[in-house]
């Protein structure tokens, strides 16, 4: 048994720079908890850090760290997807435990990564890529190990979230509210990843894959992002009872999986619509559990910095342990992967809010109705406002969850009436139930 | 590396028989996962039961099947103190790892269990015996094992949130409440352990224990129940805003920690006031996390049996690697354990919700606030209602939070006064910040 515990962190950016301060204000607690000493070796770091432990080793040759002999497990939170990579097998190959927060590099190279992990008899953790300090890599991994899950959603992305949250409970629109959150350091200058969805999607690949036992399948995700979102939809969902939030879903159906993520409105009595600002959380619907929800801090320094480190506590009991033998990368053995395919948008079901815009003329609310019935759609409400200045007037339809390609059908229809004058707005509505 | 791990269910009530489904029900998703062949060998039961796979063997003797050379896991979901324990420590004497749901036990003679267990090499896990189906323990003890924990606040009676629930949402009387969940099967027929919140305290102490490092003193949790909750108060803290839920907190102060069950007025905006029914919740504070909460089922065969399998799934590791050495029953390793004083009543500091009856005449409230400023206690609100018919006046007072000892004072000199005629309800109030 290893009394001591070597780690090297690869990156003193936000995060390590929070992986080197945890280490420093809980050393009593970790050790406490872990009965190791547990320390940090090597950073690597382009530019020499004076504020660094001088017994730290500070180098920027990254794979030189990453193959060192005294190092046990290393820490990769340099982000992107090229430099990362290389050094992440290259530690593998080197049979060194690895910890990563990159959720852009597993949801692309995952597979490639764990399977090289597998091979080389190593773990590579990854509980900070999803969800920020929610443990929901452990909860889907370990803790819901008995269950089979019919679905995952959640909040997965701050930025998204705080924008939609101010726009609801203030009546802001999205570009002054995108403007904010940059000055706050919530989104980036360049906020594509963060409102365009795509982060979010990464997470959900992963989630998708621990919950079902699924290869992952990042470019086979449905992906939306909050960039469209009309701040008078926002309200008409309001006074509908719903708030409209940006979430990825992964569905068991019958004929696959619907993996997708984009803005829905869900009901305001649920959990998750009360999960606000940069807030996130996850809820998963399984057998026999039932429905549970993880809610907390998806970002930051020291949110991040909890989830590597539980990875390096958990990786101090493999080290320990005479055997290779633990949890899996993706939940699964790789052997049970399965090869159930991922449905397309066509085939994939939920319940839409419609927002036409309408000449005030008769016939046309009968003529929207016969469409919706004549393709199989239900409406659960309606409602018509006043007319603008313009004479124009807004209805607003929620359905009942129909198959995509029958609602796109209908929309075609719709936008052919002479009475509909602008396309029909679309956002997609989960019950949650 | 063994390919069958055989169990023992010992007890098929409610959780005994959920467990068993469960294996039927996911045996291919347990599989997929653990990559082993998981099956019940044995079950103990006092009565032959005819609807379970005949290839089990059914027996009364627990004792021996605690022995048998056969089973690897025993599962204990007996219930009650005396026999699980005899039972228990009989299994740990041979060897055998144990799962129990048990927080009684626990509770109650954890220390020496646990103790016994680490001697022989052996774990006792559980998973069930908190909050049902939420995987606290596994939360608290691995996911945030980098944490210092500050506090934890849980929802974590479902009998006793039902009624609650039910008083605040349908302004009902707590023992007509109590009378329905009897008839729905959420409370007992003498429903003292979950309405006086002593199983609240079990499972209370079970959280302390493993999030900061203390052993099991299930006799220093103070505990008060919700048979003394009156409607009148449930509507008057809505009107300023709060819910009332009976929670279990576990505070770090600076002279020691304080556990406590009790009712307690908490914001309408936090997630845990959004809690309802038979849901548990448990909210962590940690540094470096933050605040993150957990959300589920609290009781129940499935909940239940998802958090017993998860143990076993966890065991099988233990059981493959050549080491018992794996994460320690409290979470802590056991020379670790704190000395740390609980705090007595006097010594807690929390906000109070405090409500008179007064005589309608002039000074009263005057005097009032002159004996709370006297003592040190600030005022948050304070809210006077229309006289009642006898001419006797509610008044309603939050106060920020003091030192108990100075509160039971000030309560004291307020009830002395000639116009306060009858005594102060006062309930704790906690802002969850």
């Not at 597993?106 to 190593?122: D, K, P, S, T």
């Not at 959150?181 to 990843?193: M, N, S």
């Not at 005030?360 to 018509?384: F, K, Y």
């Not at 603008?388 to 929620?398: A, D, F, Q, R």
């Amino acid at each position: 048994m290893k009394d001591k515990i070597n780690i090297a962190v690869l990156g003193l950016g936000t995060v390590g720079t929070g992986v080197v301060n945890l280490l420093k204000d809980n050393a009593v607690e970790l050790s406490r908890r872990s009965g190791h000493d547990i320390c940090i070796t090597h950073v690597g770091t382009r530019r020499r850090r004076d504020d660094i432990d001088p017994t730290i080793k500070q180098s920027d040759d990254l794979m030189a760290i990453a193959a060192d002999d005294d190092v046990d497990i290393v820490i990769e939170v340099i982000g992107g997807k090229s430099v990362a990579k290389d050094v992440i097998i290259h530690a593998i190959k080197h049979k060194k435990h690895v910890v990563t927060a990159n959720k852009a590099l597993l949801a692309e190279h995952g597979n490639e990564i764990f399977g090289l992990a597998e091979e080389h008899g190593v773990q590579v953790r990854y509980e900070a890529a999803v969800a920020g300090g929610i443990p929901i890599i452990k909860i889907i991994r370990e803790a819901l190990a008995a269950n089979k899950v019919d679905w995952v959603a959640g909040i997965i992305n701050g930025t998204g979230n705080f924008i939609l949250t101010e726009m609801q409970q203030k009546n802001r629109r999205f570009g002054d509210v995108l403007k904010e959150a940059q000055a706050l350091g919530y989104a980036e200058a360049d906020p594509t990843f963060d409102v365009e969805g795509i982060d979010a999607a990464h997470k959900l690949s992963l989630l998708a894959s621990i919950a079902f036992g699924i290869p992952l399948q990042f470019n086979k995700v449905y992906c939306e992002g909050i960039t469209k979102i009309n701040l008078q939809d926002v309200v008409y969902a309001k006074e509908l009872g719903y708030t409209i939030k940006h979430l990825g879903f992964a569905f068991r159906r019958e004929h696959g999986f619907e993996l997708r993520v984009h803005p829905t409105l869900i009901p305001n009595s649920t959990l998750l619509a009360n999960v606000n600002g940069v807030k996130n959380a996850v809820m998963v619907d399984a057998h026999p559990l039932g429905q549970s929800l993880y809610y907390g801090d998806g970002a930051g320094a020291g949110a991040t910095a909890s989830a590597v480190m539980a990875d390096v506590m958990d990786l101090i009991y493999v080290i320990n342990a005479n055997t290779p033998s633990d949890v899996p990368h993706l939940a699964f053995v790789p052997e049970e992967l399965s090869d159930t395919r991922i449905l397309s948008s066509d085939e994939m079901t939920c319940g839409y809010y419609l927002r036409l815009t309408v000449k005030d003329e008769l016939g046309v609310l009968a003529d929207t109705t016969r469409i919706l019935s004549e393709n199989g759609i239900n409406i659960d409400a309606i409602m018509q406002r006043d007319a603008h200045k313009s004479g124009l007037v807004p209805v607003i339809i929620l359905t009942l969850p129909v198959l995509e390609s029958q609602m796109n059908k209908a929309i075609k229809e719709i936008e052919a009436l002479g009475a509909v004058t602008e396309p029909v707005v679309r956002i997609r509505l989960e019950s949650l139930e």
